[in-house]
């Protein structure tokens, strides 16, 4: 069983950065492609960005990318988003997610694709 732990959460001003982590238990972590999602109130959760187990290829939601980075340690069995350039219409709960047979090593936008999950870090951001 792996486990996933957020944190770097909290609120922050339009314009502003955030980091998030997310901890995986287990020596396994370095096969898993890795995902971040975010889901607003009232919305479905969404594809933020992912990750391949070889941390050379990476994905991204389009309204993101530029402002969002998502990178992995393998030895130190985390992932990370660096969030830039917040916007209000960034505010969500965010959750990793590890995907242990994900096609090609590359990381997938479906999340039914993703066997574990964190339970999340809320990021809020104020105009």
């Known amino acids: 069983q792996v486990q996933l732990v957020e944190s770097g959460g909290g609120l922050v001003q339009a314009g502003g950065s955030l980091r998030l982590s997310c901890a995986a238990s287990?020596?396994?972590?370095?096969?898993?492609?890795m995902g971040w999602f975010r889901q607003a109130p009232g919305k479905e959760r969404e594809f933020v960005a992912g990750?391949?187990?070889?941390?050379?290829?990476?994905n991204y939601l389009a309204s993101v990318k530029g402002r969002f980075t998502i990178s992995r340690d393998n030895a130190k069995n985390t992932v990370y988003l660096q969030m830039d350039s917040l916007s209000p219409e960034d505010t969500a709960v965010y959750y990793c997610?590890?995907?242990?047979?994900?096609?090609?090593?590359?990381?997938?936008?479906?999340?039914?694709?993703?066997?574990?999950w964190g339970q999340g870090t809320q990021v809020t951001v104020s105009s």
């Open positions: 287990g020596r396994t972590f370095s096969s898993f492609a």
């Open positions: 990750i391949s187990r070889d941390t050379v290829r990476t």
């Open positions: 997610a590890a995907d242990r047979d994900p096609p090609s090593g590359i990381s997938q936008q479906n999340a039914r694709a993703y066997d574990y």
